[in-house]
């Protein structure tokens, strides 16, 4: 992990995503001695109520919080420490830390909006939120326990050219098992190795888990063939056939991400942040998902499509004809 990504000085090892990100705002705190941080509307970061807010709230929600939090699920604490902004609105960030600068531990967003419809940053976005941080004295985070060695063997920092100061990883580093990893500048992840900032667990960074995590990222990194062009060229291939076999057949419908990991929605025109994606048809969607099931292709019911490096081109064709022959 060191060699491939760009922020990886040192590596933290967990065993859910969730975990390794309440390590990473724990770090956060630890080393600019604040206590809040600020999110994005429709960012995941885990099922810990410190970060369970705001995920995907309905218009009313929304509309009833008047920018405050909007916790998901009952029994969950106040959450005073959280600051919301909009996904690709610098406006509302720049708000934040004029209100907040000298609060603010951390940044924490997906640098593709995975979990909400796989919504790019607007180019520069990201590149604003590293100097924002930077001027404020705040540490960056990048949530790459989806797009970690998805997106590129660097993760999306790399395929960004954006490298934050912190960067959580999980999903596909453990290839199948429980793992999960922090990576970092060096001079913060030493709070961790002086023991300054406590990260304990018994079955973190367990051999089994680390010695899967060690055959995948070899798998991903060999020189030839080379996986991730493979994998970008099929996926594309889906994406695209997908969206130019709906709308022959009259359905208004985009498509988001791209490559390894895109979003299918019903709509008009490409969201920009999670607000955009409540005018999705998702009962449409839930049809065509039963559609393609009774076709024998199973897929996520949100809408998010995955490639993997064991899909051939011969999946990628018999996908495309269940998509053709699917009822609506």
């Known amino acids: 992990m ?16 969730t975990e390794i990100v309440q390590l990473a705002l724990r770090l956060a705190r630890g080393a600019t001695g604040r206590a809040k941080y600020l999110k994005f ?4 970061h885990g099922w810990d109520d410190s970060v369970l ?20 699920g ?5 959450h005073t420490d959280v600051l919301l902004a909009q996904w690709n609105n610098q406006a509302e960030v720049e708000r934040a830390f004029e209100e907040h600068a000298s609060e603010i531990s951390a940044l924490i967003c ?15 976005f990201l590149a604003f939120l590293r100097d924002i941080t930077h001027a404020h004295g705040s540490l960056l985070i990048f949530d ?17 050219g954006v490298t934050p100061d912190l960067a959580t990883y999980a999903k596909a580093v ?12 060096g001079e913060i992840m030493e709070l961790i190795a002086r023991g300054d900032v406590v990260h304990s667990g018994s079955m973190n960074g367990n051999p089994l888990s680390l010695t899967a995590a060690k055959v995948a990222l070899d798998y991903l990194a060999r020189p030839e063939p080379p996986v991730y062009p493979e994998l970008w060229r099929k996926g594309e291939q889906l994406r695209l056939g997908i969206e130019s076999r709906l ?12 490559g390894p990991v895109f979003q299918v929605a019903f709509m008009d025109k490409r969201p920009r942040n999670y607000r955009d994606t409540l005018d999705d048809d998702k009962a449409l969607y839930s049809d065509f998902a039963l559609a393609l099931l009774d076709e024998g292709v199973l897929v996520l019911p949100d809408g998010r499509w995955y490639i993997s490096t064991a899909h051939s081109d011969d999946d990628i064709e018999a996908t495309l004809t269940a998509v053709e022959r699917a009822t609506i």
Do not use: K, W
């Open 247 to 258: 709308r022959s057949q009259g359905y208004a419908v985009v498509t988001m991400g791209g």
């Open 74 to 78: 009952i029994g969950q604490r106040a």
């Open 41 to 44: 509307e429709g960012h995941y």
């Open 144 to 160: 790459e326990i989806i797009t970690g060695f998805r997106l590129d063997l660097r993760g999306a920092q790399g395929y960004y």
């Open 110 to 124: 997906e640098p593709l909006l995975c979990n909400s419809g796989c919504i790019p940053a607007e180019p520069g």
């Open 2 to 17: 060191t060699q491939h990504i760009p922020c990886a000085d040192l590596v933290s090892f967990s065993n859910s995503g």
């Open 53 to 72: 807010v705001s995920v995907h709230p309905s218009r009313e929600q929304i509309d009833s919080a008047n920018g405050r939090p909007v916790p998901i």
């Open 174 to 185: 453990g290839a199948g098992l429980p793992l999960s990893a922090l990576a970092g500048r």
